[in-house]
């Protein structure tokens, strides 16, 4: 089982539309999660991060948490073609020796068409 | 603004070849990370170190080698570089230790091996 899982896409949703991007990890153990974004040819940019069950919001962008399910996802409201972008979900997992290590999906692709 | 830089940004060599990338920030981070990006194969972690004096080895480490001249420089070394080492390098800094690590991404180096 890979420890990171996203649909590679593309997701297609019209502009102003609410995208959903989903992402379930393997590791129990996982205490923190994050959401980057990817233009192409560009370095991730991380835009949200969290720590308990439950969601986050920042803006356009809801980050929800259930560690039960160990799925985290990111909604992204009144979706913009600037939004168009890779989202990289990423898990912070326990690597021994005191030691954590991030772990990166491998990416959902959007595309906000105008 | 405190930032991650990266050099060369782009760079072609040739089979056999020893090179050099170079990452510097000015965040004041202690912690910091070498990652290849390949298509569809998403982010891998080659090394990381958590301080000057602290080097270890990531997912994909074999044929790389790193060194951290200071707390702000962390280079990653090809030896004898392949062309299966074409890829989209990034650097990434860590603010803290523990179960947060967030990190931030430097603009990436593109490295064609032919």
């Known amino acids: 089982q890979k420890e990171v899982e996203q649909n590679s896409g593309p997701l297609s949703v019209p502009e102003g539309a609410i995208a959903s991007l989903n992402c379930t990890y393997s590791?129990?153990?996982?205490?923190?999660f994050f959401w980057y974004r990817q233009y192409s040819g560009k370095s991730p940019e991380l835009i949200m991060s969290i720590y308990s069950n439950g969601d986050k919001e920042d803006g356009r962008f809801t980050a929800q948490l259930n560690k039960a399910s160990q799925y985290v996802s990111l909604l992204i409201r009144d979706s913009q073609p600037s939004d168009s972008a890779t989202y990289l979900c990423?898990?912070?997992?326990?690597?021994?020796?005191?030691?954590?290590?991030?772990?990166f999906g491998k990416g959902t692709k959007l595309s906000v068409i105008p | 603004d405190a930032d991650v830089t990266q050099t060369p940004r782009n760079r072609i060599t040739k089979t056999g070849k020893r090179i050099m990338l170079e990452c510097s920030q000015t965040k004041g981070h202690d912690r910091m990370y070498w990652y290849r990006q390949d298509p569809g194969l998403g982010l891998r972690l080659i090394y990381y170190s958590f301080d000057v004096k602290d080097i270890n080895k990531g997912e994909i480490s074999d044929g790389y080698s790193v060194s951290r001249q200071a707390q702000a420089k962390f280079s990653l070394s090809l030896e004898s570089a392949i062309p299966n080492q074409t890829a989209l390098y990034f650097c990434?800094?860590?603010?803290?230790?523990?179960?947060?690590?967030?990190?931030?991404f430097g603009p990436g180096t593109r490295l064609t091996v032919l």
């Open positions: 590791d129990r153990g996982s205490q923190s």
């Open positions: 990434a800094t860590s603010p803290v230790a523990g179960s947060d690590n967030e990190q931030f």
């Open positions: 990423a898990v912070n997992r326990y690597s021994g020796a005191g030691s954590y290590q991030l772990t």
